[in-house]
């Protein structure tokens, strides 16, 4: 493909990304995805090349641009390669006209940017939530050590705060290594496996994984427990929790046991574990401002309305966890979002409504102390970005 043909490409991929962030329909790499199937005469060289510059123009532009010409158009802006591309080539795009749409860059929304900045997220931090995100692995103690996989990886790098962890070079075929077929490693941002350690989990517990999504807390607790005790993985999401069990048999995983919750449902789907638990662990839905290294475009999706009911649903979730910790036992609420309204102030409101519960303070080796609990973010702590907290049930 020429150069032209690529960034014509780049345009059209573009504009189905638009239009998905504006209907909340597929997420880019699945749009990519299916985009390159469909361009079958696109070789390697070529799908890398129009991948690079759909991120790179997805992450310059603050606002949801009005279509793929006006995105890249920001780009050709700075870029004189990609300017020259605009040459009205066959197959190209055609040449810039005076007075044409040009998207605004911008590293978010101008409300989006107002409250990560109430948040304390501004300058330099907010910058880092669209740089290119690491590939990290964690290693499963229950199969393998991290020594010994690091002698695998020439290039493996530790992550402070994440003894299983690994950051390898980007490129890295790690799905491909045997490693991966034999359940040894699992791909999961160092961030993640952070937090995941504040839930203080040991042996022969019974801990109880209230989003658990596809599994990623879940198996690093199940390692942290030495694959002793019991984990019950809940989730409302049938598809993602179907992919927990497939994880957990290639990780020699015996421990876990999935239950499919409906929503606002779940106190009563689980009332027989009522007060059992030692560990609750929240992994709330949440807006995720803290992913945007990995899922640029989802700044486009994110609306105050859409804040406000992830707010209210994870004070909701925490309520049903309350209930399912036992007296001394801890509830762990995790977020990937670096929003006050659905990390600090939510662990305030929820101790403000349950008298007795305490916040203890957490060291884990990364992170900077955030109101009640512990924030992670990509400027201070090279992961994602994270709030974290611990709260323990009285006696």
Known sequence: MTPAARTQ????????????????????????????????????????????????????????????RAAMLALAAQRE???????????????ISPGEDIAVPGVAPAWLVEALAASGIAGEEARALLDRAP?????????????????????????PGAPQALRLAPDTAVEKHPLWTEGAIEVQDAGSQIVTRAAPVERGQHVIDLCAGGGGKTLALAA???????????????????????????????????????????AAMLADQMGRADVVLVDAPCSGTGTWRRNPEARWRITPARIARYAETQAHILRVAAGLVRPGGALVHIVCSLLEAEGADQVDAFLAAHPGWVAEPLSLGAGSPRGAGLRLTPFRDSTDGFFVAKMVRPW
């Open 9 to 68: 490409a780049a345009i059209d991929l573009l504009d189905e990304i638009v239009a998905a962030a504006r209907d909340q329909g597929p997420a880019a790499d699945v749009i990519l995805a299916r985009g390159f199937a469909a361009r079958r005469y696109a070789g390697s060289k070529d799908r890398r090349a129009i991948r690079d510059l759909v991120y790179d123009t997805i992450r310059l532009c603050g606002d949801r641009p009005s279509s793929g």
């Open 81 to 95: 390669a990609v300017r020259e591309s605009f040459d009205g080539s066959p197959y190209g795009p055609a040449p």
């Open 135 to 159: 590939l990290d692995i964690r290693v499963n103690r229950l199969k393998a050590d991290p020594a010994a996989v690091a002698a695998q990886f020439p290039d493996a790098q530790t992550v």
């Open 224 to 266: 942290a427990m030495a694959g002793h005790g019991s984990i019950l993985a809940c989730d409302v999401d049938r598809a993602r929790l179907s992919r927990l069990m497939p994880r957990a048999e290639r990780a020699g995983v015996g421990i876990v046991e999935t239950r499919l919750l409906d929503p606002n449902r779940e």
